[in-house]
C-alpha cells in the first residue's frame, strides 16, 4: 500500500474519485464524435503518438535510471511509473495548453485500451531486467481503466450526441466545479506526500526530471508538423498514471520504497510539465490572435 500520510486515506480516495469523474466527464461534453474523423484519417500520426506513449517513455526511463545508477526500489518505481500509461487528468492538460481538440481525446482513449495489453507484456520485461516476479491480469488492469478514465469520458461523449444543448448546459455549470475539485485534490495531495516527495531524494528528483524533459521533446518531435498535435503527443507522454502503478505494486507487495518513488514521480513530473504547458499554451493563443 501507499505511504499513509497526513490526509486520511478514505478522504483523498473520495476526492480523487470524484475529481477524475467529473474532469473526465466535463471532457466528455464537450468532445464531438464526427471530429475523430479527422484522426481516423491520419494513421500515421496516432502510430507515431502510441509509440511514443507506449514505448519511448518506458525506454527513456530505463536508460535515464541505469545512467543516474539509482537503487533497485527507485528504479523499479520510475519505471513502473513510466508503463503505466493514461493519466486521466492528461487530457485535461493537453486541452488546455492546446492541445488538438480531436486527436488528444481519440489518444487518451486508445492509450487506455492499449494499456490493458502493454503493461503486462511491460512488466514481463521488467521481471526479466530486475529478476522479479510481479504480474497482473488483464482483466485488474480493464476494470481500473474502464472505470476511471474511460466511463466518464464516454458517459459525456454520449449525452452530447443525444443532447447537444443540455450537454453544453452542463458543461458550463460543471466546468467551475471540475476546476475546484481538482485544486482541492492537489492541495490534499501535496499535504499528503510532500514527505515522501522529499524522503525520495535529490537524485531520484532529479532523475524523474531528466526523464520528464526527455520525454516532453521526444513526444514533441513526434507529435507531427502541427503544434496542436505535438503538444498533445508531448503532454501524454510525459503524464503517467499513478494510479495503474499503485495497482500493481499493491497487487504485487511493493516495497514502501517503491510506492514512494511512485508518488514522488507523480509530484515531480508534474511540476517539470508546467513551463511546457505554459509555453505551449502561449503559443497557442498568439496562433489563434493571427
Known amino acids: 500500500m501507499p505511504p499513509s500520510g497526513a490526509i486520511p486515506e478514505q478522504l483523498l480516495t473520495v476526492v480523487a474519485a470524484s475529481t477524475v469523474f467529473t474532469v473526465m466527464f466535463v471532457l466528455g461534453l464537450g468532445i464531438v464524435l464526427s471530429e475523430f474523423r479527422w484522426v481516423w484519417d491520419r494513421p500515421g500520426l496516432v502510430a507515431k503518438g502510441l509509440f511514443s506513449v507506449l514505448i519511448a517513455v518506458p525506454a527513456l526511463a530505463l536508460i535515464v535510471t541505469r545512467a543516474f545508477d539509482l537503487g533497485r526500489a527507485a528504479q523499479i518505481g520510475i519505471v513502473l511509473m513510466a508503463i503505466s500509461p493514461g493519466a486521466p487528468v492528461a487530457l485535461r492538460r493537453s486541452l488546455s495548453a492546446g492541445g488538438h481538440r480531436a486527436f488528444a481525446p481519440a489518444l487518451q482513449i486508445l492509450v487506455a485500451l492499449l494499456a490493458v495489453v502493454s503493461m503486462p507484456l511491460s512488466i514481463a520485461v521488467l521481471n526479466e531486467l530486475y529478476v522479479g516476479h510481479a504480474a497482473i491480469t488483464p482483466g485488474h488492469l480493464a476494470r481500473h481503466v474502464f472505470t476511471a478514465p474511460l466511463l466518464p469520458l464516454g458517459l459525456g461523449m454520449f449525452l452530447r450526441r443525444v443532447s447537444p444543448m443540455r450537454a453544453a448546459w452542463l458543461e458550463a455549470r460543471l466546468a467551475r466545479v471540475a476546476t475546484l475539485l481538482l485544486i482541492l485534490l492537489v492541495l490534499l495531495a501535496l499535504i499528503d506526500i510532500w514527505e515522501v516527495v522529499v524522503g525520495a531524494g535529490l537524485r ?82 498568439r496562433q489563434r490572435k493571427r
Open 204 to 285: 531520484v528528483a532529479l532523475a524523474i526530471a531528466v526523464v520528464t524533459i526527455l520525454v516532453l521533446i521526444v513526444g514533441h518531435l513526434m507529435g507531427g508538423p502541427e503544434p496542436d498535435t505535438r503538444t498533445a503527443v508531448a503532454i501524454s507522454s510525459a503524464a503517467r498514471n499513478p494510479g495503474l502503478a499503485l495497482l500493481v505494486a499493491t497487487l504485487n507487495a511493493a516495497s514502501p520504497a517503491i510506492n514512494a518513488t511512485v508518488l514522488a514521480y507523480l509530484v515531480v513530473s508534474a511540476l517539470t510539465v508546467i513551463p511546457y504547458a505554459i509555453w505551449r499554451r502561449r503559443a497557442a493563443s
